[in-house]
């Protein structure tokens, strides 16, 4: 489906009144999408697709998927919380997983980035310079 223009300028906007200091707020969200559906301005199915685009993006950008060998201990899961925290601003949804297969260290997601700083990843190193 083609968006035209206009809607993705609806949509943007849209989007940019849904945020408060920064985050989105789940009930401005709510309103927006009620609103738009109750409105149907014209092209609102072209609004309303690059809205969702917009909102997925963004959690997106704000989840933090931090993988390691073994659980972490709470201590070690707040130290990484307040260093990513300081990096990428407050507003970062966390999800702590294991992963056996890394075999030591960890690996971080948030967004795009990606630190990997896992055994795994170091041996595959070694491998790809030999």
Do not use: W
Not at 35 to 43: L, S, Y
């Amino acid at each position: 489906m083609k968006i035209s223009k206009q809607a993705r300028r609806d949509a943007k906007q849209l989007f940019r009144s849904c945020q408060a200091n920064g985050l989105l707020d789940e009930n401005r969200l709510r309103q927006a999408v009620q609103a738009v559906a109750v409105q149907k301005p014209r092209g609102y199915l072209a609004i309303l697709t690059q809205f969702d685009r917009l909102v997925k993006l963004d959690v997106h950008r704000r989840t933090a998927s931090i993988e390691s060998a073994q659980a972490l201990t709470p201590a070690e899961q707040a130290s990484v919380t307040s260093s990513l925290s300081g990096k990428y601003g407050a507003g970062l949804n966390f999800r702590f997983s294991q992963k056996p297969e890394l075999l030591g260290g960890l690996r971080i997601q948030v967004g795009s980035d990606v630190y990997d700083g896992s055994v795994r990843a170091r041996l595959e190193e070694l491998r790809n310079a030999l």
